[in-house]
């Protein structure tokens, strides 16, 4: 019964994958511009933090912060 259920689960998770695409380019260059940057003053880090409002068509609200490199380019949006 137990290897019924493992078979069936890895069945159920191996297609989760298959409904992602990758951004159109103007989706990815429209994402870019509406980042914003941030530097967390206790640990000297800077993070692209980009706000959005949709999900796959469902209005929900939420955030995507990721570590990007202290360039100057950076540190000077963060400076704007």
Do not use: H, W
């Not at 989760?16 to 260059?29: E, H, I, Q, T």
């Not at 980042?35 to 003053?41: H, P």
């Not at 706000?51 to 990007?68: D, K, L, P």
């Amino acid at each position: 019964m137990r290897i019924v259920l493992m078979l069936v689960a890895a069945i159920a998770l191996s297609g989760c994958g298959a409904n992602l695409r990758k951004p159109s380019d103007s989706a990815a260059k429209a994402a870019v511009s509406k980042s914003t940057y941030a530097r967390d003053n206790r640990t000297g880090q800077c993070f692209a933090v980009l706000e959005t409002s949709r999900f796959m068509s469902v209005n929900a609200s939420g955030a995507t912060i990721t570590y990007v490199p202290c360039t100057p380019e950076v540190l000077a949006l963060i400076g704007k």
